[in-house]
């Protein structure tokens, strides 16, 4: 069926181009043309993805490494918290005495 519809629209460019000086051009001969300017867009569209893709994962090991650092400086200011807060208990209470002592 596909061979009948091709040699069906090059009989009919072959019409439209009688007594032209337009050269005629075969319907297999501008699809393959179109062929050709299809594959280097398709193999620069997959290179594009790829680059894509090694981005995203540069991207989320970055974030990876940043969550752990965050946390672990998260987790060393809850213990100068904590201890802050316990020099500041035995600082009032300390405090306290001396204040009982006067």
Do not use: C
């Not at 904590?82 to 009982?100: F, I, P, Q, R």
């Amino acid at each position: 069926m596909k061979w009948k519809n091709e040699h069906r629209s090059n009989k009919i460019l072959n019409r439209l181009h009688q007594g032209s000086s337009f050269p005629v051009i075969t319907l297999s001969r501008m699809q393959a043309e179109k062929e050709e300017r299809r594959l280097p867009r398709v193999l620069a569209n997959r290179e594009s993805a790829r680059q894509t893709i090694l981005r995203r994962q540069a991207l989320r090991k970055e974030l990876k490494r940043r969550v752990a650092d965050l946390s672990l400086q998260n987790e060393n200011m809850k213990m100068e918290k904590d201890l802050a807060a316990k020099e500041y208990l035995s600082l009032k209470g300390a405090n306290e005495h001396l204040k009982e002592q006067v």
